[in-house]
């Protein structure tokens, strides 16, 4: 497509169940991120793929998520048991490399409610 | 590791009146610096960005942003403000180059014009 798309747009879950979140980026771009939109805590890193390969984990919020990327394209972030504080917006973005200093587009989000 | 302070969560001002909005970082490394624009319901726009060089950026409509390493500064402006420009604004930085440790945001400023 001609831009990052994520899927769903809005998901309600009532708390303790589990979600996925799906994002496609640019197609060609090697680099993929996650970030969390929430009014507490502005917008904060989740996690960096170049590649399928994860280096650097740390910034999930808790083990309860997780975040895989196949094929080099698609990538799933998902929450397990969730919970009332996860409700936020997750925002994915791509990069065209891994290597240098590019812009990263992102898509338009997915809006979780955790009830 | 690297911080971003945006001064005033909400800035108001008049159509066609100068737009100021105000972003100090802090990067143990040379930092990577972007402004990027939310509209409602949408993912993060680019603006600007300030890698190396020219330490005065120009970007898409009608914004610049100048980086001060003195100041550890990099504020946007606009000379005259239009209805459109009505959005939330991020600066973020970024010390990696390679993009692994993703961007680090401020809290955004929520720019309001006037009529």
């Known amino acids: 497509g001609a831009g990052v798309s994520q899927s769903p747009s809005n998901k309600v879950t009532e708390k303790g169940k589990d979600v996925e979140l799906r994002c496609d980026p640019i197609?060609?771009?090697?680099?993929l991120y996650w970030y969390r939109q929430s009014l507490g805590q502005g917008l904060e890193f989740l996690i960096y793929f170049q590649g399928n390969s994860a280096p650097d984990k740390s910034g999930l919020p808790s083990d309860r998520f997780s975040a895989e990327r196949t094929g080099g394209s698609v990538s799933t972030l998902t929450i397990q048991r969730t919970q009332q504080e996860d409700s936020a917006v997750y925002l994915c973005?791509?990069?065209?490399?891994?290597?240098?200093?590019?812009?990263?587009?992102f898509g338009p989000g997915t809006r979780l409610t955790v009830l | 590791a690297q911080s971003v302070t945006q001064l005033g969560s909400h800035v108001s001002v008049s159509e066609g009146a100068l737009v100021l909005l105000r972003c100090n970082y802090s990067?143990?490394?040379?930092?990577?610096l972007f402004w990027y624009v939310q509209y409602p319901n949408q993912g993060l726009q680019l603006l600007l960005k300030y890698t190396t060089g020219a330490t005065l950026v120009k970007g898409i409509n009608g914004f610049e942003a100048e980086f001060k390493k003195s100041e550890t500064s990099f504020h946007l402006t606009k000379p005259s403000a239009h209805m459109s420009d009505a959005a939330e604004y991020f600066c973020a930085v970024s010390g990696s180059g390679g993009g692994a440790d993703g961007l680090t945001f401020g809290k955004g400023t929520h720019l309001i014009i006037q009529p």
């Open positions: 990067s143990s490394v040379p930092p990577y």
């Open positions: 973005a791509s990069m065209s490399s891994g290597g240098r200093v590019n812009e990263q587009f």
């Open positions: 197609s060609g771009h090697t680099a």
